[in-house]
T-cell receptor, first 115, second 108 residues
C-alpha cells in the first residue's frame, strides 16, 4: 500500500509568482484535502476534492485553486503569492463521503517560502 | 462557527506521571472529535476518535458535551509519547478543524 506523497518537499518563490504543489493519494482513496499549516499553528482547511469535484472550501481567497485528476491525484495552485503564504502545505487523502470520514492520511508536506 | 481550543502550547511531564492534554470546542451541532499526533520526523496521523471509544497506546479521550471538551488522558506517560498533539473537530461537513496543538515532552 502506497502512502500519500507530495512534491516538491521544499520550494522558494518570490512575491507575485505562482506555485503548483502536487499530491498522490493513498491507494484506494478517492478524496483529497489540502491544509495550510503556518508556523506554530494547526493545519487550516483550504479545500477538498471528491471524485474530481470540489467538495468544500475553507476561508481562502480564489487565488488558491485546485484540481483532482481521474487517478485521484491532486494539485494545489496559488497565484500572486504573498509573504503570508509561506507555510507547510499538507495533502491528506481519505476514503470519502460516508466512509470512515475524519480519518485523514497525511503526506509529509511541501514547505513553501515566499520572499 | 467551529472552533477548537488547546489552551496549552507546551506540556512537560515526567515518565510514569499522568498526562492530560486539554481540548475545548465550539460547535452548535453534534460534532465528531479526533486526536491527531505527530511524532518527531513523522507525518501527522490519527491517534483516536471519540466514536470508537477505544484506548490507543494507553490514551483515552471522553467527549463531554456539557463542558464541550475532549481531553486526552494517559495514566502513565512514556518517553515515546513525546510528540505534537492536535485536537480536531468535524461538524456537518467533510473538513476537519484543528486546534493549534500541544507539544508534549515526557522527561526521563
Amino acid at each position: 500500500e502506497t502512502g500519500v506523497t507530495q512534491s516538491p518537499t521544499h520550494l522558494i518563490k518570490t512575491r507575485g509568482q505562482q506555485v503548483t504543489l502536487r499530491c498522490s493519494s493513498q491507494s484506494g482513496h478517492n478524496t483529497v484535502s489540502w491544509y495550510q499549516q503556518a508556523l506554530g499553528q494547526g493545519p487550516q482547511f483550504i479545500f477538498q476534492y471528491y471524485r474530481e469535484e470540489e467538495n468544500g472550501r475553507g476561508n481562502f481567497p480564489p487565488r488558491f485553486s485546485g484540481l483532482q485528476f481521474p487517478n485521484y491525484s491532486s494539485e494545489l495552485n496559488v497565484n500572486a503569492l504573498e509573504l503570508d503564504d509561506s507555510a507547510l502545505y499538507l495533502c491528506a487523502s481519505s476514503l470519502g463521503r460516508g466512509q470512515n470520514t475524519g480519518e485523514l492520511f497525511f503526506g509529509e508536506g511541501s514547505r513553501l517560502t515566499v520572499l | 462557527a467551529q472552533r477548537v481550543t488547546q489552551p496549552e502550547k507546551l506540556l512537560s511531564v515526567f515518565k510514569g506521571a499522568p498526562v492530560e492534554l486539554k481540548c475545548n470546542y465550539s460547535y452548535s451541532g453534534s460534532p465528531e472529535l479526533f486526536w491527531y499526533v505527530q511524532y518527531s520526523r513523522q507525518r501527522l496521523q490519527l491517534l483516536l476518535r471519540h466514536i470508537s471509544r477505544e484506548s490507543i497506546k494507553g490514551f483515552t479521550a471522553d467527549l463531554n458535551k456539557g463542558e464541550t471538551s475532549f481531553h486526552l488522558k494517559k495514566p502513565f506517560a512514556q518517553e515515546e509519547d513525546s510528540a505534537m498533539y492536535y485536537c480536531a473537530l468535524q461538524g456537518g461537513s467533510e473538513k476537519l478543524v484543528f486546534g493549534k496543538g500541544t507539544k508534549l515532552t515526557v522527561n526521563p
